[in-house]
T-cell receptor
């Protein structure tokens, strides 16, 4: 079974631009969560989607948004990019919505802001 | 606020020795505690998890113990090998946070040959 697939793997943008990242969960998984990983702040939760509904959102500004499609694929969007948005963006999927289900991560998208 | 503290931040052991990483959490109602291993440039990989109704879980050389009263859980790796070298993250899901994982700050484990 294929794992979590994230595209693109690498992305370079400039300040003020916007970006869309994509995540395809493991087949049959319905929950998708997004995390930001930086050396200074570690792994931080962005948001989680289940059945096309955002169930929880982390402490990030409104420039960070996301959505989930009926096939469980998810996208996250960051508008008006800032230098501090440079990070590895990871998505994780799990089978269903119970809180004690394992979450499996993709390889991430490395976003660099110039 | 809800948080997870992880210690130590770095750990070096000789090959064949055991390694122990400890995490404490703030919310006694937490019910799920996974551990992830992340090698340089790779994804966090789930290596073991434990639920609040279990005190200990083993998988070959890896074990996790949970002390709900003291609100801490630990990762134990026995007979360490050089390929165990990586950053290890503990995490917890706090009650009411849906599926939000709150991570510890990570432990860089180095196994010396």
């Amino acid at each position: 079974k294929a794992g979590v697939t994230q595209t693109p793997r690498y992305l370079i943008k400039t300040r003020g631009q916007q970006v869309t990242l994509s995540c395809s969960p493991i087949s049959g998984h319905r929950s998708v969560s997004w995390y930001q990983q930086t050396p200074g702040q570690g792994l931080q939760f962005l948001f989680e989607y289940f059945s096309e509904t955002q169930r929880n959102k982390g402490n990030f500004p409104g420039r960070f948004s996301g959505r989930q499609f009926s096939n469980s694929r998810s996208e996250m969007n960051v508008s008006t990019l800032e230098l501090g948005d440079s990070a590895l963006y990871l998505c994780a999927s799990s089978l269903h919505g119970d809180s004690n289900q394992p979450q499996h991560f993709g390889d991430g998208t490395r976003l660099s802001i110039l | 606020g809800e948080n997870v503290e992880q210690h130590p931040s770095t750990l070096s052991v000789q090959e064949g020795d055991s390694a122990v990483i400890k995490c404490t959490y703030s919310d006694s109602a937490s019910n799920y505690f996974p551990w992830y291993k992340q090698e340089l440039g790779k994804r966090p990989q789930l290596i073991i998890d434990i639920r609040s109704n279990v005190g200990e879980k083993k998988d070959q050389r890896i074990a996790v113990t949970l002390n709900k009263t003291a609100k801490h859980f630990s990762l134990h790796i026995t007979e360490t090998q050089p390929e165990d070298s990586a950053v290890y993250f503990c995490a917890a899901i706090f009650k009411g946070s849906a599926r939000q994982l709150t991570f510890g700050s990570g432990t860089q484990l180095t196994v010396l040959p």
